[in-house]
């Protein structure tokens, strides 16, 4: 039983050690996304950007929410990604953010 308690402990103090830094940012396009085909363009690309976890779009508020581990990339490395594919991107006010997680739920 002992033996069981140690692993455990050394098990989930490694997994806290491993734990990646994920973040998260929303930003705006312009030209503005308005159809599917400015989101698979965008989806399809930018996830081949390094760091980049997940993508989800909105075409009704038109942003871009974008998920990327803060240890490999950060939020102007993200736009710079969006530049590659003639997008120009603006960070969505950290707040607003925060909104529309909370609408989700």
Known sequence: MRK????????????????KDIKTV????NPEMHCENCE???KGN???EKGVKSIKTDLKTK????????DKTNVS?????????KYEATE???EAAKEQKTEKK
Do not use: C, H, P, Q
Request: hydrophobic share 55%.
């Open 46 to 48: 930018l996830r081949f």
């Open 40 to 42: 698979k363009k965008i």
């Open 4 to 19: 069981v308690l140690v692993l455990s402990a050394m098990m989930l103090t490694t997994v806290v050690t491993l734990a």
């Open 63 to 70: 942003t871009v929410t974008i998920e990327y581990d803060a």
């Open 26 to 29: 929303v930003v705006t396009t």
């Open 92 to 94: 969505v006010k950290k």
């Open 77 to 85: 490395n993200i736009i710079k990604g969006f530049k590659k594919i």
